[in-house]
């Protein structure tokens, strides 16, 4: 499975705890890609994957949403993939997007706006 957006999205996701995170964010948080599991890897090329249909079927217009609105988009497709993977997760795993903590609402923000900007206008 090609896991290159994947890597894009784990390299925003880092970038945003480093930014947003409040003192030293747990070593998990920050593991790099070549030692991330392998549903994780999966995960995040497929939200990558899910960011960039809805940025192509808007025609680009998802510019014109508030960054929680981006966020949002991009917790709830993470909250999927953990459901996938795990039957029973911990409640924080799946929390809804106003229980989430600020500086993951702001990464996830991030994440969005990373893989939007990072794709060719279509013709």
Known sequence: MPYEQGRIFREA???GVKKHFPGEP???YITSWEETPDWERASATAVYEQ????VD???GN???LARAQKGRFVALCWI?????YFPDPKPAYVADWDDLPTWQQQTDADIFE???Q??????
């Open 13 to 15: 996701w880092i970038a």
């Open 62 to 64: 998802t510019s014109k």
């Open 51 to 54: 960011v960039r249909a809805f």
């Open 57 to 59: 079927i808007s025609a």
């Open 118 to 123: 990072g794709l060719s206008p279509r013709s």
């Open 26 to 28: 747990k070593p998990g």
């Open 114 to 116: 990373h893989i939007e």
């Open 80 to 84: 999927a993939q953990i459901h996938k």
